[in-house]
């Protein structure tokens, strides 16, 4: 569990760090704020990654895939926006 934390938490660092580049390169303001909108949803993701003590697999699945139509979602919007 602890390992699992230390992991997520290294994932949003690098992350962060990935974003804050990739934002220096979008110039339009709707770009920026649909970027914006992707990291916080990632960061939502990520964080949700582990399982809540003890989630049956069906609902954990289940909230998974609901992150990743998020993230799909979030990222449809940043390339349109850009």
Known sequence: MKERRACIRRAQKEAGEKFSSALQS???????????????????????????????????????????HALCHAWSKFELAD
Do not use: D
Request: hydrophobic share 35%; glycine share 6%.
């Open 26 to 68: 979008v110039e339009n303001p709707s770009g920026k704020s649909a970027l914006f909108r992707y990291r916080e949803v990632f960061n939502e993701a990520i964080a949700g990654a582990q399982r809540l003590g003890q989630e049956p697999t069906a609902a954990y699945e289940q909230r998974q895939m609901s992150s990743r």
